[in-house]
């Protein structure tokens, strides 16, 4: 999947200057192949929430460290894109 559009393009200039951690541990992605899951992983996936928003998952690439529960957290080079009316996330990383 292709993230062409960075997350102030796409949500009209909003920052998302910090967030605060949910999961307490990274879920693994799978590739699918045929309609059915292989043991290839091929992201990672935490929840973080912002004030006045929902909760709201971002993909990583690699697998990352979290911070302790609902720590406050900046993302690396976060990214968005829209499909089907549904914005998914992804992040290089979170910022020490």
Same mark, same amino acid.
């Given at each position: 999947m292709l993230f062409s559009r960075s997350c102030s393009?796409?949500?009209?200039? &909003? &920052?998302f200057p910090s967030q605060s951690r949910?999961?307490?541990e990274?879920?693994? &992605?799978?590739r699918y192949e045929n309609d059915k899951r292989t043991d290839e992983v091929i992201g990672?996936?935490?929840?973080?929430?912002q004030e006045s928003l929902d909760p709201f998952a971002v993909k990583f690439e690699h697998q990352i460290?979290?911070?302790k529960y609902m720590?406050?957290?900046?993302?690396v080079n976060l990214q968005a894109i829209e499909i089907r009316y549904n914005v998914y996330f992804k992040a290089?990383?979170?910022?020490?």
């Open positions: 393009s796409l949500c009209g200039q &909003q &920052q949910l999961s307490s990274l879920e693994s &992605q799978y990672y996936k935490a929840w973080f929430t460290k979290l911070p720590a406050l957290i900046e993302f290089e990383g979170l910022a020490r």
